[in-house]
């Protein structure tokens, strides 16, 4: 512990001594400080160095006054006559900073101890303590800083590149959103029964060519989701396959694909009702068994509350949608997220608008791209019923537009 607070007084005497000039060089967070004293000084420096102000022992001093914290002149006077290491700077900032990891660890560990004997849902503790564990690395080492000065000629380079980026089973939807880009979210949006589910199993179909594929249906279950994937990949019918009543030949068919997907087959499913905490939990363990390449939710209406929270409806949902971009940029995939319109929308047989999706701000929001789908389910034209349109109602990384797909539900694709 003395150890750890020479250190500290040391860097922060360095910081007075050169002026503010090393504080270019450090990328300590003033929070990874044990001393509280040390901290708000460490604060106080990065302001007056912000804002040009010329920092010295007696500057510095008299910023101190102006805080709501009381420091002690005696510890800044101490530090100034600290003999400096100037080119040790990075391993000194490195003991501080995992000596910081090491009490946020304690903390995380103590608080899950308590946790333990709570009534809360057990599943809702491990991932709370996973996370926390996971802030409490992250914050060993801040990040660095860079303007843009620095990293121009980088992204220079990045325009020769060529981004190789998983495709849709659709070449009219690549065309316009260039393939499904990590750390993406991607919004489906459409009413009951037109087809989002179809599409979403699609997705997951596209993305297992490149990794496992965590799909949770909050409305399926894993046999229904299954007899889908059989009508898709062999094109028997779904009700031939959920016939129970099948020709020899569909059932060798059937055998080639059972074959197949044991040997590469990587959607792995979850059905259920579910928290988000328990969709995290069941990602990362699909992650640890194989990397994945992307999640597919169906449908974010359908993940339940934690229990006790009486939130608003709406402000879970916001969460829901943050929490689903947060998985995208963790795992560095890109996340599908399916979601149901408005009640009031579907009195009108039109295409769905941005705003008609249920609870539509957080999510317009933290999505990189929304994708609304309608198809004329009512009345006698069977033609119409099979025409599926697909418009993107909003592009981070294009342009928006529309096109029309046809609709097969006896095979429960869209090509």
Do not use: C
Request: hydrophobic share 35%; aromatic share 4%; charged share 25%.
């Amino acid at each position: 512990m003395e150890h750890a607070n020479t250190v500290e007084r040391s860097i922060v005497g360095m910081i007075v001594n050169t002026r503010g000039g090393i504080l270019s060089q450090m990328t300590l967070d003033p929070t990874d400080y044990s001393s509280k004293q040390y901290e708000v000084i460490h604060r106080a420096a990065l302001t007056m160095y912000g804002e040009r102000r010329g920092i010295s022992q007696l500057t510095l001093e008299d910023e101190l006054r102006k805080g709501e914290y009381r420091v002690d002149p005696l510890t800044l006077r101490e530090a100034v006559q600290e003999q400096p290491d100037y080119d040790n700077i990075e391993v000194l900032e490195t003991i501080v900073t995992e000596a910081a990891t090491r009490r946020r660890l304690m903390a995380v560990f103590q608080g899950a101890q308590q946790a333990i004997g709570s009534p809360a849902d057990i599943g809702d503790t491990v991932e709370e303590a996973r996370l926390r564990i996971t802030d409490a690395v992250a914050g060993a080492k801040g990040p660095k800083v860079s303007f843009l000065a620095d990293d121009v000629d980088e992204i220079i380079a990045s325009l020769d590149e060529v981004h190789d980026y998983p495709l849709t089973p659709w070449a009219d939807l690549d065309r316009y959103i260039g393939g499904l880009r990590p750390g993406n979210v991607y919004v489906i949006g459409a009413r009951p029964s037109v087809g989002k589910s179809v599409l979403g199993m699609q997705f997951a179909q596209a993305l297992e060519k490149h990794g496992a594929v965590p799909l949770i249906s909050l409305e399926m279950g894993k046999t229904e989701i299954g007899k889908r994937l059989i009508a898709n990949e062999t094109e028997i019918s779904l009700s031939r396959v959920d016939s129970g009543n099948l020709h020899d030949q569909e059932r060798a068919i059937i055998s080639k694909w059972r074959a197949n997907r044991i040997q590469n087959g990587r959607i792995a499913i979850l059905n259920d009702s579910l928290t988000m905490s328990q969709i995290k939990k069941f990602v990362h363990n699909v992650h640890r068994r194989q990397k994945i390449s992307g999640i597919v939710i169906d449908y974010l209406q359908l993940i339940n509350s934690p229990s006790g929270d009486r939130r608003p409806r709406h402000e879970l949902i916001a969460e829901f949608s943050r929490q689903a971009k947060m998985l995208s940029v963790e795992y560095g995939v890109p996340v599908i997220l399916l979601s149901q319109v408005n009640r009031n929308s579907t009195q009108a047989d039109e295409p769905p608008k941005m705003s008609d999706l249920r609870e539509s701000g957080a999510i317009e929001q933290d999505a990189s791209i929304v994708i609304l789908l309608h198809r004329a389910i009512n009345g006698n034209n069977e033609e119409a019923k099979t025409t599926l349109m697909v418009g993107v109602a909003k592009n981070r990384h294009g342009q928006t537009g529309s096109f029309e797909l046809q609709f097969k539900g006896h095979y429960q694709k869209a090509v």
